[in-house]
């Protein structure tokens, strides 16, 4: 099966935690099945597109690792529209109407109030060449709508009514098999006929998106469920053009931890944000591939692991919850794993030892405490830093710096030198060592004491011992 598909951000914003799925989604359909992964950016809408917003998108997937094979703006394909848009009014689908909003929105209330369906009476599609002109030529301009098959009209062959004007809007089922949530139907009849083009001759979203996928070939469209009712318009859209459409797949949006949906916060969950954070690529993949699915959500190595028994078929019709604590959890077990290889010139650049063997030893020792990497930083500080220890027990601390042995030190040091100190003291047990960490690092808590000793060393230890600040 030969499979393309398309990650279609507009760049009005951020890429956040709710639009990166979909990419994610995408591109692992892309790469399991040996297909390609277009980047489309949807920025026809003039005022909201920027190109500092565009630069992020492309700067945020190529951090992910969200290589794209095809790249087109749709801006650049404006022309290609309007021969489109031509030639949906010569076939008499593509027609002109003249509503302000504000026209618009009082019609529907009178609509409503007379209880009838609050959707568009199809007035400019009854209006003569002599009216259209006459109404230009008072300076409006029209928007243009898509005539869907769903009302009786004056031309039909139904039989429908036309009260006072208003089309009879007839059930018109347009159904697809959802490769998510299975067998879908839109009843377009309910829906008014969509607006295609602005006034201002830009084209929107549901036409655009129909004109690239049929240009570009696309197989697939794997998107959010608040997209299903497009997809029904679009189907329609399709038809109309000739074109054999892609197959669809909607999953489920976002929620957070709480249930409640996530759009409020979306500003503060973007990628940019997470990367600056210091979350790993992997992390962010991982989390955003398995939420939602029938998959433990854990950390993956590479993009090829994640990609391997990827199915949409995995995918739940649930709302998928995202936990920033969960994305913490699956951040720092990542780290965990990494080896010091993986991690060694990042830990160069946050100042930790310049003498690999040493930060090797050290990476070694704190990873399991490292949520993200600059946590790395804070620990290098506890080693060979300035801190103020903690001195519970003066006459304890200090009997056990006389104890210390001579170097060289090694992983064994720390067990023979706390036998020492019980047998000198009788403590043992939290009485033992819970003192000794809060006098060498300052803390309640942290890496094992055992790989840290040495990483401190001995003329450390014993300022620390004594109550000195190091």
């Not at 992910?64 to 749709?74: K, Y």
């Not at 309640?444 to 230890?461: H, V, Y």
Request: net charge neutral; glycine share 8%.
């Amino acid at each position: 099966m030969s499979v393309a598909v398309r990650f279609a951000p507009s760049p009005t914003g951020r890429l956040h935690a709710g639009n990166i799925r979909p990419a994610v989604l995408n591109f692992m359909f892309a790469r399991s099945h040996g297909g390609t992964f277009m980047l489309r950016l949807d920025d026809t809408d003039r005022e909201r597109s920027k190109p500092e917003f565009a630069d992020a998108i492309e700067r945020d997937l190529t951090w992910l690792g969200l290589t794209w094979d095809r790249f087109a703006r749709q801006s650049d394909r404006l022309a290609r529209y309007q021969e489109v848009a031509d030639q949906l009014r010569a076939m008499g689908r593509l027609y002109p109407c003249y509503e302000t909003a504000d026209e618009l929105d009082r019609k529907r209330k009178r609509q409503l109030a007379r209880g009838l369906p609050p959707i568009y009476d199809r007035a400019g599609l009854r209006l003569s060449p002599a009216e259209r002109a006459a109404i230009e030529a008072d300076g409006k301009r029209p928007h243009w709508r898509l005539r869907l098959d769903n009302f009786d009209s004056p031309d039909s062959a139904s039989t429908g009514s036309a009260e006072n004007g208003a089309m009879t809007p007839q059930p018109t089922p347009v159904a697809w098999d959802d490769l998510i949530r299975r067998h879908q139907t839109v009843d377009i009849g309910s829906l008014s006929d969509p607006v295609l083009i602005r006034e201002d001759g830009t084209p929107l979203y549901t036409f655009t998106s129909v004109v690239d996928d049929i240009d570009f070939a696309i197989t697939h469209v794997i998107r959010g469920e608040d997209h299903v009712t497009n997809t029904g318009v679009q189907l329609a859209l399709f038809a109309a053009l000739g074109a054999t459409p892609p197959a669809f797949a909607h999953h489920s949006l976002l929620i957070g931890a709480d249930g409640q949906a996530l759009s409020k916060r979306l500003d503060s969950l973007s990628i940019g944000g997470f990367r600056e954070a210091g979350f790993e690529p992997m992390a962010v993949l991982s989390h955003a591939a398995l939420i939602g699915t029938s998959d433990a959500v854990e950390p993956r190595s590479s993009i090829e692991d994640l990609t391997r028994g990827y199915s949409l078929a995995k995918v739940s019709t649930a709302p998928a919850r995202f936990d920033e604590a969960e994305l913490r959890n699956v951040n720092a077990r990542l780290l965990h794993g990494l080896a010091f290889d993986a991690v060694a010139e990042r830990l160069t650049a946050l100042g930790v030892a310049a003498d690999p063997a040493l930060a090797r030893a050290f990476w070694e020792a704190v990873r399991g405490n490292v949520s993200v990497i600059s946590d790395a930083r804070r620990w290098w500080d506890v080693v060979a830093g300035d801190i103020t220890p903690v001195i519970e027990d003066a006459a304890f601390t200090a009997k056990a710096a006389e104890l210390l042995p001579p170097e060289p030190w090694s992983a064994e040091t720390w067990s023979a030198w706390t036998n020492a100190i019980k047998s000198a003291t009788g403590s043992k047990g939290k009485s033992l060592f819970h003192p000794l960490r809060l006098a060498l690092t300052g803390l309640d808590s942290g890496p094992e004491m055992k790989p840290l000793l040495p990483l401190i060393g001995r003329a450390r230890a014993m300022r620390r011992l004594g109550g000195l600040t190091t």
